[in-house]
């Protein structure tokens, strides 16, 4: 069996307030995970540049300062979000800071995520019986795709093809069958315990639910991501199954586990491959596995 990727995803929009303190913000903070998530075992470091009051921050140039800070001080490939500008701005502004920073080798991110389909982003309070939100649609229109991963292909960037539901899978199999998209893919299961309703639950059928559809005949690295949920409960059978794993405090601040860093967080995963007898892939294992150039 490959080794295993691990991805870091340090902070998404978590709030410190939300039960972590560790969420990294600001540029330093990032790089600073970023170094301690490889040192851990990460061979990907996921982050979304925040303001000092942790609001999001979609200034292309704190992108590329955060990105060229992480690919001078580790080798660990870093994948920088496009921003919940997402939910407004066109195609065109949405992979302006991605296109940007990899024209410049110092600033070129390896990977940049393509969601492959369209959803409804509000909450359910079972608590509370009600919806916190109830007009937030997080929109790729498949035209939208087609230009993200078009470009990224051009630009030497990688697609990260985020499958919140088995129609995105679909839809990234005919983007493969298009050739828009390069083999190996690199296909990004979304579980969503506690959170969107728009992922599958968090259980062994959720993610059954992904595999089951993995296109076959082709070449696919797949990972796991639980947004709003614990991940390690599946993280053996995903990495027996031969899966990847994506975790970190972005996606739940794991309260069971006091108050993680990612680093930590990492190191469990880490742990859990040995027990399964799987070896952890470095940055440059990962490069080859994923065919990033
Ligand atoms: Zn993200």
């Not at 500008?85 to 302006?96: D, I, K, N, S």
């Not at 991605?98 to 024209?103: D, F, G, N, P, Q």
């Not at 089951?212 to 696919?220: A, I, Q, S």
């Not at 990612?262 to 994923?290: H, I, S, W, Y």
């Amino acid at each position: 069996m490959r080794e295993l990727i691990i991805e870091a995803r340090i902070n998404e929009y978590m709030r410190r307030e939300q039960g972590n303190p560790h969420v990294p913000y600001l540029p330093g903070e990032i790089v600073a995970d970023a170094i301690a998530c490889r040192t851990a075992g990460a061979a990907i470091v996921h982050f979304h540049a925040r303001k000092p009051d942790g609001s999001p921050d979609h200034d292309a140039e704190t992108y590329a300062r955060t990105v060229s800070a992480i690919r001078r001080s580790s080798d660990i490939l870093v994948h920088p979000t496009l921003g919940d500008v997402t939910l407004e701005a066109g195609p065109e502004q949405r992979l302006a800071h991605i296109l940007e920073m990899a024209k410049d080798p110092a600033t070129g991110p390896h990977l940049a995520p393509a969601d492959m389909g369209s959803l409804n982003l509000d909450i359910y309070n079972p608590q509370a019986r009600r919806f916190d939100t109830l007009e937030r649609i997080y929109k790729n229109s498949t035209g939208t795709l087609a230009y993200f991963c078009e470009t990224m292909k051009r630009a030497g960037v990688k697609p990260y093809l985020t499958c919140w539901n088995v129609g995105f899978t679909r839809c990234a199999a005919a983007f493969i069958d298009l050739g828009i998209v390069e083999e190996p893919a690199y296909m990004s299961f979304i579980l969503t315990d506690n959170s969107f309703l728009g992922g599958h639950p968090g259980t062994l059928q959720g993610l059954r639910a992904h595999t089951d559809f993995l296109p076959e005949d082709r070449r696919v690295v797949w990972s796991v991501i639980d947004y709003g949920g614990n991940l390690l409960r599946l993280a053996s059978a995903i990495i027996a199954a031969g899966g990847n794993i994506s975790i970190g405090i972005g996606d739940y601040t794991y309260p069971e586990f006091g108050q993680p860093t990612n680093a930590q967080l990492v190191e469990r995963v880490v742990a859990l491959a040995r027990d399964v007898g799987r070896e952890v892939a470095t940055p440059e294992e990962a490069k080859a596995m994923l065919g990033i150039r």
